[in-house]
């Protein structure tokens, strides 16, 4: 656990998160500011920066878990497309330094934004979380 870093402390439940699904080595929960309904984060539950300290065990599983929720947002939101994308190092965009994975909605003509500004309605991520989570095989 590393104590300065956010996703560490989502994992050990001391920050709250809208949890969608989680296995052994991952965790799918809402980002906070979503770039469309239905943005969804996969982190390792072991803390690793970015893919180059990731192991192949931890990559593999939020890979798996990454194809269970696109399926599910799939189910739930039927967008036109889906966004999948990891940013390592701050020249890539990363701004978490804890090793994830996004999944991001998209209808034709969105912007192909990975980040947002604003924040989501904590009820209405429940809500989504919920659904998500009810639609996963
Ligand atoms: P990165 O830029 O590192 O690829 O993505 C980090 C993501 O984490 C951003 O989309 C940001 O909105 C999200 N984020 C930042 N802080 C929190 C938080 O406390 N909780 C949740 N659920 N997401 C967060
Ligand atoms: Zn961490």
Same mark, same amino acid.
């Given at each position: 656990m590393n104590e300065d870093c956010i996703f560490c402390r989502i994992r050990e439940g001391a920050l709250p998160a809208h949890k969608v699904y989680e296995d052994e080595s991952s965790l799918a929960f809402m980002d906070t500011?979503?770039?469309?309904?239905?943005?969804v984060l996969v982190i390792t539950k !072991?803390?690793?920066?970015?893919i180059f300290e990731a192991t192949p065990e931890s990559l593999a599983a939020v890979s798996n878990t990454v194809a269970k929720i696109a399926k599910g947002i799939r189910v739930v939101f039927s967008p036109d497309g889906l966004t999948v994308a990891q940013l390592n190092g701050s020249a890539a965009?990363?701004?978490?330094?804890h090793y994830h994975t996004h999944l991001i909605p998209r209808r034709d003509?969105?912007?192909? !934004?990975?980040?947002?500004?604003g924040q989501a309605e904590p009820d209405k991520l429940a809500e989504i979380a919920a659904k998500i989570s009810g639609a996963l095989d």
């Open positions: 500011s979503p770039v469309s309904e239905g943005h !072991d803390h690793y920066e970015n965009g990363q701004t978490v330094f003509g969105d912007p192909m !934004d990975l980040h947002a500004r």
